[in-house]
C-alpha cells in the first residue's frame, strides 16, 4: 500500500512540475496583419469655369508680384496694344519713298503677323501678306522684311502672344511716317506720337470745303 502512494504521489509531483514548465513558456509572437492600403486619389483637373477663372487669378497675381502689367488693364492697351501698330508703320513707311513705287491714295495692303513678348523683348513673327491691292512685288516684300524687324525692350510688359493684323496704306495713314513728310518743315499743324517722337503733318489732299455765301 505505502509503494502505491509514494508512487501517486510522484506522478503528482511531476505533473505540477509540467504544468509549471507550461505557464512559464512565452506566448508565441502575433503578426499584425498589414494594414490595408488605400489608393490616392487623382489629383483634380480644371473642368470648370470657377476653376479656370482662380487659375487665371492666380496668374495675375503673380505677374502683378514680379512688377509686370496685367494684360487685361487698360495699361497694358496704352503701354503696349496702341503702340504697336505705329511702331511696325513707322518702320514698313522707310520702304516706300514715291518715285516708280508710287500707288494710288485707295491702295492698300493686309499684313498678318503674330507678336510675342518674352522676358520683356517685344519681337514679331510669322509675318505674311493676307491681301493686298499693290500690284509692286518689291515694295510688298520690302513691307515684309521690314514690319519682321521690329523689336523693343520694356520690363513692365508680361509674357505674351498674340496674332494681329496691320493695314498699310502707303497714300493715306502711312504717309505721315515716309522720310519725306518727317523731314517737311512747310506750314500747316503738327502732329506727335509717344512711341515715333515728333511727326509732320500728312501732306495728302485737303478736304473740299464749301464756298461762303455772297455778302449782300
Given at each position: 500500500?505505502?509503494?502505491?502512494?509514494a508512487?501517486?504521489?510522484?506522478?503528482?509531483?511531476?505533473?505540477?512540475?509540467?504544468?509549471?514548465?507550461?505557464?512559464?513558456?512565452?506566448?508565441?509572437?502575433?503578426?499584425?496583419?498589414?494594414?490595408?492600403?488605400?489608393?490616392?486619389?487623382?489629383?483634380?483637373?480644371?473642368?470648370?469655369?470657377s476653376?479656370?477663372?482662380?487659375?487665371?487669378?492666380k496668374?495675375?497675381?503673380?505677374?502683378?508680384?514680379?512688377?509686370?502689367?496685367?494684360?487685361?488693364?487698360?495699361?497694358?492697351?496704352?503701354?503696349f496694344?496702341?503702340?504697336?501698330?505705329?511702331?511696325?508703320?513707322?518702320?514698313?513707311?522707310?520702304?516706300?519713298?514715291?518715285?516708280?513705287?508710287?500707288?494710288?491714295?485707295?491702295?492698300?495692303?493686309?499684313?498678318?503677323?503674330?507678336?510675342?513678348?518674352?522676358?520683356?523683348?517685344?519681337?514679331?513673327?510669322?509675318?505674311?501678306?493676307?491681301?493686298?491691292?499693290?500690284?509692286?512685288?518689291?515694295?510688298?516684300?520690302?513691307?515684309?522684311?521690314?514690319?519682321?524687324?521690329?523689336?523693343?525692350?520694356?520690363?513692365q510688359?508680361?509674357?505674351?502672344?498674340?496674332?494681329?493684323?496691320?493695314?498699310?496704306?502707303?497714300?493715306?495713314?502711312?504717309?505721315?511716317?515716309?522720310?519725306?513728310?518727317?523731314?517737311?518743315?512747310?506750314?500747316?499743324?503738327?502732329?506727335?506720337?509717344?512711341?515715333?517722337?515728333?511727326?509732320?503733318?500728312?501732306?495728302?489732299?485737303?478736304?473740299?470745303?464749301?464756298?461762303?455765301?455772297?455778302?449782300?
Open positions: 500500500m505505502g509503494k502505491w502512494l508512487a501517486g504521489t510522484v506522478a503528482v509531483i511531476a505533473l505540477l512540475a509540467l504544468l509549471w514548465m507550461q505557464i512559464r513558456e512565452p506566448a508565441a509572437a502575433v503578426t499584425p496583419a498589414p494594414a490595408p492600403q488605400v489608393a490616392a486619389a487623382a489629383p483634380g483637373e480644371l473642368h470648370t469655369a476653376d479656370l477663372a482662380i487659375a487665371a487669378q496668374v495675375r497675381e503673380a505677374q502683378e508680384h514680379a512688377g509686370k502689367i496685367d494684360p487685361a488693364s487698360d495699361a497694358f492697351t496704352y503701354h496694344d496702341e503702340r504697336v501698330p505705329p511702331m511696325l508703320t513707322m518702320e514698313a513707311a522707310k520702304c516706300y519713298s514715291g518715285g516708280l513705287h508710287r500707288v494710288h491714295r485707295n491702295q492698300k495692303t493686309k499684313l498678318g503677323y503674330k507678336i510675342q513678348i518674352k522676358n520683356g523683348v517685344v519681337s514679331v513673327h510669322d509675318v505674311h501678306i493676307v491681301e493686298s491691292t499693290i500690284d509692286d512685288k518689291v515694295l510688298n516684300d520690302c513691307f515684309l522684311a521690314a514690319v519682321s524687324k521690329v523689336t523693343w525692350t520694356d520690363d510688359l508680361p509674357d505674351w502672344q498674340q496674332d494681329d493684323e496691320l493695314v498699310i496704306r502707303p497714300e493715306r495713314g502711312m504717309k505721315k511716317f515716309t522720310p519725306e513728310n518727317l523731314a517737311y518743315e512747310g506750314e500747316g499743324p503738327i502732329g506727335k506720337l509717344e512711341s515715333a517722337g515728333h511727326v509732320a503733318a500728312s501732306r495728302e489732299e485737303p478736304v473740299d470745303m464749301p464756298e461762303p455765301p455772297p455778302a449782300e
